[in-house]
């Protein structure tokens, strides 16, 4: 066991090892593993981020549905209202239009009872100067009574 | 192989020196006299050779997963490598609180160059070296690095090194001198002692570290061999020791990954300390 110079041919060895594993070997090993790391690391994010994606485009889709459903109900509300609304104002039409007929029909009965009268009253002014023509069995002034057989008419 | 045990034992425990020898001239030690002759002026073949092949695998197998890193879906080689990068990464997190691009990749290359030049280990002791000496080229050959002083104390020179340099960089000269001269005892009349003291704790750092290392691996390497030498002694010896020798690399697959990762924690430790301004 002797001490010498491959003492200092060792240091040399050593040395030149070690800067060469800190040149050629250490700084590519240690890259790839920290582009590997960043990549699972990204991976990992953007795997995270679909799921939340996800998540949020079901809360999306289900609030549609919701919102369409709402939709179709107030629509459907709508018609029913408008149907009863339509139904209303036919019946108010129908009403209205069977008061209006009630109306006229009863303006007409008015004016044939009157015209009835009117005729009657004629008749029996014309009954009334014959009768008084044959009473008398002379003939009258037609003309004459007949503007006072009218005033009689008038008056009955 | 050697006659008594006590050659087997010392030849294996022996390097491969390569060296200046005073009357010989630059030659490989044939004996281990020859080794310690040529002094400080000589070189550890096996050790350099084993090592820096253990670091050009560890770069080679890493550099291959990191070029063709993808951040998509990662194939086994860039599974495994992530993983010790991963193992790594966090460990200095959690340690050392500050910002520097180099500590990571200098712990990671600590961690797995250490494992891999300790788990040479759990090849059986004379595989290699019986394989080496056949050639005839060689005498000797002691195949894990870690096992060698100079090895361990090479690593934990750099390390110290880095200490030094990362205190005087964050703290400057000045405030470097300064945290060694008023710490633990904030007074002047203290300063040689806190000097005293702060030096003292400086330098173990990195006597401990190879130490640690060095110790624990030789003491393994120790037991491995006196395992193998069963092997030449009859079959009930050596049927005993294929079983040590198994429970013994069982233990080691705790051992080995643990002094690999003591020293890279010391390491990331030390420098963790080194950064911090008081």
């Known amino acids: 066991m002797n001490m010498n110079l491959t003492i200092l041919g060792q240091s040399i060895a050593f040395a030149l090892f070690v800067w060469f594993c800190m040149k050629f070997v250490w700084p590519p090993i240690s890259a790839a593993m920290r ?24 809360q999306k889709a289900s609030e549609t549905l919701r919102e369409a459903k709402e939709q179709s109900a107030q629509i459907l509300e709508q018609a029913n209202k408008r149907a009863n609304l339509m139904i209303e104002e036919a019946k108010e039409k129908a009403r209205e239009d069977g008061e209006r007929l009630i109306e006229s029909a009863k303006a007409e009965i008015t004016q044939e009872i009157n015209r009835a009268k009117d005729e009657l009253r004629s008749q029996i002014s014309s009954l009334i100067v014959q009768g008084a023509e044959q009473i008398l069995e002379r003939s009258v002034d037609e003309k004459a009574h007949s503007e006072l057989v009218d005033k009689l008419a008038k008056q009955l | 192989m050697a006659d008594t045990p006590v050659e087997y034992i010392q030849h294996h425990l022996s390097n491969l020196t390569f060296g200046k020898h005073p009357e ?12 310690a002759e040529m002094g400080f002026w000589a070189i550890h073949v096996d050790t350099l050779l084993w090592s820096v092949l253990m670091g050009v695998l560890f770069l080679f197998v890493f550099k291959k997963a990191a070029n ?16 010790c990068v991963e193992f790594v990464e966090g460990m200095v997190k959690e340690t050392f609180h500050g910002k520097n691009p180099v500590i990571a990749p200098l712990a990671l290359t600590i961690f797995v160059w250490i494992f891999l030049m300790n788990s040479l280990k759990w090849l059986p002791v004379d595989w290699i070296p019986e394989l080496a000496m056949a050639t005839g080229l060689v005498n000797y050959f002691k195949i894990v690095p870690t096992t060698d002083p100079n090895a361990t104390f090479g690593l934990s020179l750099g390390v110290f090194f880095l200490i030094i340099f990362y205190s005087i960089k964050v703290k400057g000269g000045l405030g470097f001198i300064k945290e060694l001269s008023f710490t633990p005892f904030n007074h002047w009349i203290f300063i040689p002692f806190n000097l ?33 030498l069963t092997f030449g002694a009859g079959w009930i010896m050596g049927l005993l020791g294929l079983g040590m020798q198994w429970i013994w690399a069982v233990f080691h697959l705790l051992v080995i990954p643990l002094q690999a990762f003591i020293f890279m924690v010391l390491t990331i430790v030390y420098l963790s300390a080194a950064h911090e301004d008081h």
Request: glycine share 10%; no cysteine; net charge neutral.
């Open chain 2, 24 to 35: 010989m001239g630059w030659m490989l030690a044939e004996k281990s006299s020859q080794a």
């Open chain 2, 196 to 228: 005293f003291l702060e030096i003292l704790g400086l330098l173990t750092k990195p006597i401990s570290l190879a130490l640690r290392l060095f110790g624990n691996m030789y003491a393994g390497e120790v037991v491995f061999i006196l395992i193998a």
């Open chain 2, 68 to 83: 063709k890193a993808t951040a998509g879906v990662p194939g086994g080689l860039q599974n495994f490598v992530e993983m």
């Open chain 1, 35 to 58: 582009e590997r790391q960043k990549k699972i690391a990204e991976g990992l994010d953007s795997a995270s981020r679909a799921q939340r994606d996800l998540e949020l485009a079901q």
